[in-house]
């Protein structure tokens, strides 16, 4: 279990429980990554619901790497993400939500 208040986020890939978190370092990397726009751009697409399936994976993959993950995003096109996509995008908005938010303004359980 990760610490929410620290912008942790648990996915469990492939039968693992893996933490990600947006750090700074992260964060730059999504930005370098994104084909439209800034994070800003980003965050309201997931706001609005016109998030793409590209958007989740390049934030899972951000996440993954500020929790110390090595890989890319190639190594989770033939994963097992428990939830499906459906739990894949409802980390990926966690992990935007905690990363600008105020400690208050989180919720521990997601």
Avoid: C, Y
């Avoid at 648990?10 to 994104?34: C, F, K, N, S, Y």
């Amino acid at each position: 279990m990760g610490n929410p208040w620290r912008g942790d986020v648990t996915l469990v890939i492939d039968g693992r429980p893996h933490i990600m978190r947006l750090t700074l370092g992260a964060l730059a990397e999504l930005e370098a990554e994104l084909d439209s726009g800034s994070l800003v751009a980003l965050v309201s697409r997931f706001e609005t619901g016109s998030f793409s399936t590209r958007d989740v994976l390049k934030l899972i993959v951000a996440g993954l790497r500020g929790g110390g993950w090595t890989g890319t995003s190639d190594d989770l096109l033939a994963a097992d993400i428990k939830g499906g996509a459906v739990a894949a995008a409802q980390a990926a908005a966690a992990l935007l939500a905690r990363a600008f938010a105020l400690p208050e303004m989180v919720d521990e359980n997601g």
